[in-house]
Structures are given as C-alpha cells and as structure tokens.
C-alpha cells in the first residue's frame, strides 16, 4: 500500500491494499478507496465515498459526501465533486447482463465543477473549468468554461476559473476581463479561451 505518511485516513474508512494515495490527503468517514486507486495530493473524501480500482484523481480535488467514483473515471487536478453526485461506467446496464468489458470512460478536465445531485453519464468528457449545475443531467461532452444546467443539461453560459460569471453570448465572438483575477477571456468559433 502506497499511502503517503501526511495522508489521513479516518478509523472507519477501508484502503484496500495497494491503493495509493498522496501527500496531505483526507479520507474521512466510512469511506472506501478501492486497492487500484490511483489518488494525488492535498484531496479530500467526505463521508461515505467509494473510489473503485481503475480511477485515477489528481491533486486538490475535493469529493463532498455520498459520491461514487467508479471503475474508468479520471478527475484532473482541482475537479470538485458535489454531495451525492454520480458517476457512471456502464452506458446500458441489466442486472442480468455482464458488462464489466464494457465500461465507457469518463474524463473531468482540471478545476471542473460538478454541482451537487448532478449524473454524468459515462462517456463523456468535461472540458476545464466547466460548471455543472445542481441537479443536471449530462449525456454529452461540455466544452471548457462551459456553465450547463438541467435535465438534459444545456449550457446557459461561461464561467471563469475563479467559478464567476463571464458575459460573453454563447455563441459568435468578443472579450472579457475578470474583475477578480484580472485574466482576460475571449469568445472565438463558439469556444471560449483563457488569454494569460
């Protein structure tokens, strides 16, 4: 088990052996890091987590209460998971039909959001600092910065790196300065970039 010394892991939880988990790491009630995992520093898990064997999470990403990461799901570095939101790995699942040969991989980019209670159907992809709405629905890949919400999710709009509002159209062209960070955005063939 490759568990860093910095690394807590509260007395309820189960680490599997083999498992390995980064420095500063928190693993913290009745959660359950399967023995694959591959997990960075400076993380934290809520209470009631599951991680599976073939999910691999980067550095400073926080994982709030009751979420299940499964088998084929990779979580770049600053990804934020909200309470019981789900993953999936099988695309058609029946309880009578194996389909452990059949997972579909997920991949959340860095600094994501994932809003509380929000499905992300397997599959997909989450470009950077993209913003799940609470309660979504997402079956389709979401372009970086994107702010998406409902059932199907469809974006609504952009969001900076610090998690603020851009106002930018969805679509066509034109710039945009963040009061906050002073980083500037612009909008070019409907796909918003990070200038510095």
Same mark, same amino acid.
């Given at each position: 088990?490759?568990?860093?010394?910095?690394?807590?892991?509260?007395?309820?939880?189960?680490?599997?052996? &083999?498992?390995?988990?980064?420095?500063? *790491?928190?693993?913290?009630?009745? %959660?359950?890091?399967?023995?694959?995992?591959?997990?960075?520093?400076?993380?934290?898990?809520?209470?009631?987590?599951?991680? &599976?064997?073939?999910?691999?999470?980067?550095?400073?990403?926080?994982? @709030?209460?009751?979420? %299940?990461?499964?088998?084929?799901?990779? /979580?770049?570095?600053?990804?934020?998971?909200?309470?019981?939101?789900?993953?999936?790995?099988?695309? +058609?699942? =029946?309880?009578?039909?194996?389909?452990? +040969?059949?997972?579909?991989?997920?991949?959340?980019? =860095?600094?994501? *959001? /994932?809003?509380?209670?929000?499905?992300?159907?397997?599959? +997909?992809?989450?470009?950077?600092?993209?913003?799940?709405?609470?309660?979504?629905?997402?079956? $389709?890949?979401?372009?970086?910065?994107?702010?998406?919400?409902?059932?199907?999710? $469809? @974006?609504? &709009?952009?969001?900076?790196?610090?998690?603020?509002?851009?106002?930018?159209? /969805?679509?066509? &062209?034109?710039?945009?300065?963040?009061?906050?960070?002073?980083?500037? #955005? #612009?909008?070019?063939?409907?796909?918003?970039?990070?200038?510095?």
């Amino acid at each position: 088990m490759a568990i860093s010394s910095s690394a807590f892991i509260h007395p309820t939880s189960i680490v599997d052996e &083999g498992a390995q988990i980064g420095q500063r *790491t928190k693993v913290w009630h009745w %959660s359950h890091i399967s023995s694959n995992a591959l997990i960075g520093d400076n993380c934290s898990f809520g209470q009631n987590v599951f991680v &599976g064997n073939n999910v691999c999470i980067g550095n400073n990403v926080k994982v @709030q209460n009751n979420v %299940s990461i499964y088998d084929n799901v990779i /979580l770049e570095d600053h990804v934020f998971c909200g309470p019981s939101m789900v993953f999936t790995n099988v695309y +058609n699942p =029946r309880s009578e039909v194996s389909r452990k +040969n059949e997972y579909r991989d997920t991949l959340i980019k =860095r600094g994501a *959001t /994932l809003g509380a209670n929000c499905t992300i159907v397997c599959g +997909n992809e989450i470009g950077k600092y993209a913003f799940i709405g609470a309660g979504s629905l997402v079956n $389709k890949n979401i372009k970086s910065f994107a702010l998406v919400v409902g059932v199907p999710a $469809k @974006q609504i &709009g952009w969001m900076s790196t610090l998690g603020h509002r851009i106002e930018l159209p /969805l679509k066509g &062209g034109g710039d945009w300065l963040c009061p906050h960070s002073g980083v500037k #955005y #612009y909008l070019e063939d409907d796909y918003l970039h990070q200038l510095n």
